[in-house]
């Protein structure tokens, strides 16, 4: 597991939507041989719980998670499965 990956994800995604939940899983060990494995990409499962996605569709949703990681989406991240929810729907 890639401790600072994962502290930055949390990092990005607290500092850009204030979830009241948040969960990240690095499940890159499991792709170990995949391409983006070995172009150095992980592959993390985000669950995400936040206000901030109260009237947005889905695809808002994700891309407001994708712009909270930003160029990590290009150089750290090669998958990234989100589950985003409103505190209503967790």
Do not use: C, W
Request: proline fraction near 2%; charge should be negative.
């Amino acid at each position: 597991m890639n401790e600072a990956r994962v502290a930055m994800i949390r990092q990005r995604l607290t500092a850009a939507l204030a979830p009241t939940e948040l969960e990240i899983q690095d499940d890159s060990a499991k792709h170990a041989g995949h391409a983006g494995a070995r172009s150095g990409g992980g592959h993390y499962n985000v669950r995400i719980v936040t206000r901030e996605f109260s009237g947005k569709s889905l695809v808002q949703r994700h891309r407001m998670v994708y712009d909270a990681l930003g160029d990590a989406m290009h150089e750290e991240i090669h998958a990234l499965s989100i589950q985003a929810k409103t505190p209503d729907e967790a």
